[in-house]
């Protein structure tokens, strides 16, 4: 773990909020300890709920990195990744994540209560419909 790195991903978070966004940023470092990108929250000055950091890293290695490289990788982050960016890393390849805050931290910081309400699902329905254009794919 590299404090120096880690302390850069909290910059960023501060240079994300004083651009009017959530407090969050993100850089990725390479096998061979080089930033190789960063990013900081824009979500709301790009008006995309999805414009978090590491979702945009997750996305720019899964682009622009091969395999063997990706694994390779380390992204240091501000804040524990939410479950839309987890996803989205554990398909990139990324291969380390090294965080600040944790999702509880964070939370506990929260002066509005917790994060996001459950959105309430219903399944699973239709099993035999629905495997089949999954079977065999995987």
């Known amino acids: 773990m590299n404090q120096d790195h ?57 682009q622009s990195l091969d395999a063997a490289t990706a694994a390779g990788t380390t992204m240091y982050t501000s804040c524990e990744p939410c479950g839309m960016c987890a996803g989205a890393l554990a398909r990139s390849g990324i291969g380390h994540v090294v965080f600040a805050l944790s999702g509880e931290q964070l939370n506990g910081l929260r002066t509005s209560g917790g994060g996001f309400p459950a959105v309430p699902t219903d399944g699973p329905h239709l099993y035999d419909e629905a495997k089949t254009p999954v079977e065999g794919y995987y």
Do not use: C, M, Q, Y
């Not at 995309?48 to 720019?60: G, Q, S, V």
């Open 6 to 62: 880690l302390r850069r991903a909290i910059a960023l978070a501060v240079e994300a909020r004083a651009g009017g966004n959530p407090p969050f940023g993100s850089l990725l470092v390479g096998p061979d300890g080089a930033v190789l990108a960063e990013e900081r929250n824009s979500s709301l000055t790009d008006n995309d709920i999805t414009a978090h950091p590491e979702l945009k890293l997750a996305r720019w290695a899964a």
